[in-house]
């Protein structure tokens, strides 16, 4: 005969939601510390970011782990919450799915940021390339003119 699961504990299960909001809530300072860093030209300190980023990635996996019996039979679960306990969840979930949502917001428009800053590098290399390109030209136009043209030194 299968044994069934020990219960889950609504104080363990609200431990567990804010320890997630909480590490939500240190993805978005980090997105903003992101945002500052592509908005400037500080490469190494934003790969720290992305570093520590992955780090709280990483947790809120470990966090989504831990949280999983609970969302398998989340009915029950909630249901067995008392009114106070209810409110705090619902609460909870509120504020981590609007963290989330700003989150994968910002993620999008520093990835849109990023995609300007690649194509006007490129453009500017381009535009060198081209430049050099013409010196160059110019440079073979003036020696092959030099050679046939008068010494006007004196």
Sequence with gaps: MPQSPPPLDPARLLELMRGQR??????????????????????EQ???VLSERHALISALSQSNQELAPYRRSWETVYGGLNAAERKDVAALLAEINGLLHTILQADQEDSALLGARKQSMAQALQDLSGGQAANAAYGRAAGA??????DLSG
């Design 22 to 43: 909480d590490l939500y809530r240190r993805l978005g300072a980090l997105g903003a510390r992101q945002r500052t860093l592509v908005s400037g030209d500080q490469p």
């Design 46 to 48: 934003l790969l720290s």
């Design 145 to 150: 003119a030099g050679g046939s043209s008068a």
